[in-house]
C-alpha cells in the first residue's frame, strides 16, 4: 500500500517536480512440509522521488532524475528448503531475508534540429541498491554438515543473503541524420553499462563486475510506397571479472545483423523477408565461436473489400540454423546454456484488418478535426498504408 504527495511547477523554461511516498507492504508465507514455517514480514518505507527538466534554446533540453524503490524476497527465498533438483547445485531460502533499498538517478540531453531533421540524445545514470539479495555460497571440499544439512564432498549450497556493496552505471547515446537522396534515416548509437555485484564464498565476500561496451548502426527507409527497408548492426563486448575465483574472468563478443525488406509487387500481393545474422566469440569450450543465420520471409495477397483481408504462406528459419544461446553469469560460475529452438516451418495465415467504426464527425466550426480520421498540427497525417 502506497500513499504520497508532491508539488509541481511548471513554466516554459521547464519543470520542476518534488514527491515523496509512505509504503506499507506485508509479505505472508505459510509452509508446512518437511515441517511447518510461518514467514509474516512488515515492511515500513519513505520513498523520495524529484524531477528537474530544462527547456534550453535552439531545441535543447535537459533532465535530471532520481527515485527510490524497493523490491521484496519472493516466497521460494524464504523457504528453508533445500531444492536438489540440480545434483551438484543445492540451494534452500534464507527465512531472514530483508527486502532491498534502491536510489536510483539519471540524466538526459537531447538536442533536434528540424529544418536539418538531425537528433542528437545522451544518457546517463545509475544506481546503489541497500540491502542487496545476493547468495552467499558453501562449497564442500569434504564431507560436511552445514544447517543440518549433509554436504557430500565436492557438494555444493547457494543461499541468499543481504549485502551491501551493489553499483551500477550506465549510458547511452545516438545520433541520427536524414539522407536525403536515398530518402533514408542513419542513426548511430552506443552505450556503456557497469555493474558491481557483491557475494560471498565459503563465508569470504567476493565481487564480480560486469562491464558491457555496445555500438550500433541502424539504416531505415521508406522511399516508396511499395518499398520499405531496414539495415541495423550492433556489437557487444562484455568484460566479467570475479574477485575470488579469476579463473572465472571471461570475454565475450556478440554481433547482431540483420536487414528487413518488405515490397508491394502489385496492389494486392506483398513480399517480405528478414536476415539476421548472430555471431558470438567468446563461449565456453564446448560451444567455441557461434554463428546462426536466421532467414525469415512471406509472399502474401490482399483481398475483399478496401483489401482488408490478406492471405500469406510464410517460412521461417529458411536456412534450418536456428539456435538459442544464453550466458548465465554468477559469482561462483559462468554459464553458457544452448537449448532445443523450433527450427524451419511453414505457417498459412488470414488475416482481416478492422480500420474504422461508425461514421468520422463533421469537421467543426474553427477547423479543428476530432475523432477518427481527424489530424494535429505537427503530429503523423491520419490515413497511409503500411505493411
Known amino acids: 500500500q502506497r500513499i504520497g504527495g508532491g508539488l509541481m511547477r511548471r513554466s516554459q523554461g521547464g519543470m520542476l517536480m518534488l514527491r515523496v511516498f509512505y509504503q506499507y507492504a506485508n509479505l505472508q508465507s505459510a509452509q508446512t512440509l518437511p515441517q511447518e514455517q510461518d514467514v509474516n514480514f512488515t515492511f515500513h518505507n519513505i520513498l523520495p522521488m524529484a524531477v528537474w527538466r530544462a527547456n534550453l534554446e535552439d531545441n535543447k533540453s535537459v533532465q535530471l532524475v532520481y527515485r527510490a524503490n524497493t523490491q521484496e524476497p519472493q516466497a521460494t ?145 521508406n522511399i516508396s510506397e511499395r518499398v520499405d527497408f531496414t539495415l541495423s548492426s550492433r556489437t557487444n563486448y562484455t568484460i566479467t571479472n570475479n574477485a575470488l575465483q579469476p579463473e572465472l574472468n571471461n570475454t565475450l563478443i556478440n554481433q547482431l545483423s540483420s536487414v528487413r525488406f518488405n515490397w508491394a509487387i502489385t496492389d494486392g500481393i506483398i513480399y517480405r523477408t528478414q536476415f539476421s545474422h548472430n555471431y558470438y566469440d567468446g563461449l565456453s569450450d564446448e560451444l567455441e565461436q557461434q554463428q546462426i543465420a536466421l532467414w525469415n520471409m512471406s509472399l502474401g495477397y490482399r483481398f475483399l473489400k ?62 479543428f478535426r476530432g475523432g477518427p480520421g481527424g489530424g494535429f498540427p505537427g503530429g503523423r497525417p491520419p490515413g497511409g498504408g503500411g505493411f
Open 77 to 221: 527465498q524464504l523457504s528453508p528448503v533445500v531444492d536438489n533438483s540440480n545434483p551438484l547445485q543445492w540451494s534452500a531460502g534464507n527465512p531472514l531475508l530483508q527486502q532491498q533499498y534502491q536510489h536510483n538517478v539519471f540524466t538526459r540531453y537531447s538536442v533536434s534540429d528540424p529544418d536539418k531533421g538531425n537528433t542528437f540524445f545522451v544518457l546517463l545514470g545509475g544506481g546503489i541498491t541497500e540491502d542487496y539479495i545476493t547468495q552467499t555460497t558453501f562449497l564442500a571440499r569434504e564431507d560436511t554438515v552445514i544447517n543440518s544439512i549433509d554436504l557430500p564432498a565436492g557438494q555444493q549450497i547457494s543461499v541468499p543473503i543481504n549485502l551491501d556493496g551493489f553499483w551500477n552505471l550506465r549510458s547511452f547515446v545516438t545520433y541520427g541524420v536524414p539522407l536525403e537522396k536515398l530518402k533514408s534515416n542513419l542513426n548511430f548509437n552506443g552505450g556503456f553499462t557497469y555493474s558491481n555485484v557483491p557475494g560471498q564464498i565459503n563465508g569470504l565476500d567476493n565481487v564480480t563486475t560486469n562491464a558491457v561496451a555496445t555500438a550500433g548502426a541502424v539504416l531505415s527507409s
Open 306 to 367: 478496401d483489401r482488408r483481408g490478406e492471405l500469406s504462406l510464410e517460412v521461417f528459419d529458411l536456412l534450418n540454423q536456428n539456435a538459442s544461446l544464453q550466458r548465465n553469469v554468477t559469482d561462483i560460475y559462468i554459464e553458457d546454456v544452448q537449448t532445443n529452438a523450433l527450427q524451419r516451418f511453414f505457417m498459412l495465415t488470414f488475416t482481416y484488418n478492422l480500420r474504422a467504426f461508425g461514421t468520422p464527425p463533421a469537421p467543426a466550426e474553427d477547423g
